[in-house]
């Protein structure tokens, strides 16, 4: 494998975090301040090639660590036109958890508001139709923290620094729940949407130009949004469709699902049903991944 160092690549130092900037203790493990990992840069140092990054939002219960854990472990297997390398044992783990889990019939457990306790993943991509690799840093980031954080920015400095530096993004929003009438779906996402065009800050009459695939999850729920994303999005998320409309000038509509059926098991003593996955039935997932890689 022939990677060609980056001729644009600013110089990155072992101790100085890749997300925020912070000079941490030689040989430390996270960064002090936003908890990224230090593994990241020093990967990168040894690349040769500073990496892109690729952030994927939404609110909790979407669907984050499902679809980001499903899309690196179709990477990793040579899915469509892609072929993929993590760098790094840490970044397996989401994967392994992801599939792991699924194969059990459960979903993976949420991810913890602590950034110290995220996952991160950083893969050398190669998109083999356009014959180009990109490195790609892609955390799994919870959806409390991001929900708090638009609320109070800086209330979680590594999400503000992530987006700042996000070479691209994706915008996951429950279709499903869209379907059904229910607003808060398209209010989140037009909160992080507007956190978005704050963090990167272009004028009134600019558009942002850093590519955001909006992803309709659970869309097995409401098999139409495969037919139009867009028209979908227009006729149930609205706000979102606006805002995307008005400020942002490189947007493109999914609709992805990664569980065939459900099941729910009922607990007697806390009185509590559980979704159970019965069946992966992968649909959509690499195609928003796809659309990023090919605009940066």
């Known amino acids: 494998m022939n990677v060609e160092p980056s001729a644009t690549m600013r110089k990155l130092e072992p101790d ?12 430390a493990i996270q960064c002090g301040v936003c908890f990224a990992p230090m593994a990241v840069v020093r990967d990168a140092i040894a690349q040769e090639r500073e990496p892109e990054i690729v952030s994927v939002v939404g609110e909790s219960n979407v669907g984050k660590t499902v679809y980001l854990g499903v899309l690196l472990d179709m990477l990793a297997q040579r899915a469509g036109d892609f072929k993929a390398i ?73 999400v503000h620094s992530l987006l700042n530096k996000s070479s691209g993004m994706l915008l996951l929003c429950d279709a499903a729940q869209a379907a059904n009438g229910a607003t808060q779906p398209d ?6 949407l507007s956190y978005i065009d704050s963090v990167l800050g ?3 009459d600019q558009r942002i130009n850093t590519p955001i695939a909006v992803v ?3 869309a097995d729920h409401c098999p139409e949004c ?14 979102v469709w606006n805002l995307c409309e008005n400020r942002f ?17 009922y607990d007697e003593k806390n009185e509590e049903a559980t979704a159970v996955p019965l069946h992966t039935a992968l649909c959509g997932i690499l195609e928003p991944f796809e659309w990023i890689v090919q605009q940066l």
């Open 16 to 27: 100085v975090c890749l997300i925020c900037g912070t000079r941490n203790p030689d040989l």
């Open 86 to 158: 993590p760098k790094g044992a840490y970044s397996v783990d989401l994967q392994q958890t992801v599939i792991s889990h699924l194969a059990h019939r459960m979903f993976p457990p949420k991810t913890p508001m602590e950034a110290n306790s995220w996952y991160w993943a950083y893969y050398q991509v190669l998109h083999r139709a356009l014959n180009r690799w990109v490195d790609l840093v892609m955390p799994d980031m919870a959806g409390e923290s991001l929900a708090a954080e638009v609320q109070s920015p800086q209330t979680f400095r590594v």
């Open 187 to 192: 209010f989140f996402g037009m909160k992080m």
């Open 202 to 204: 272009v004028g009134r």
């Open 216 to 218: 309709l999850c659970k």
């Open 226 to 239: 495969f037919d139009d994303p867009e028209a979908f999005v227009e006729a149930n998320l609205n706000r």
């Open 249 to 265: 000038a490189n947007v493109a509509f999914f609709a992805a699902s990664v569980v065939g059926s459900l099941g729910y098991a």
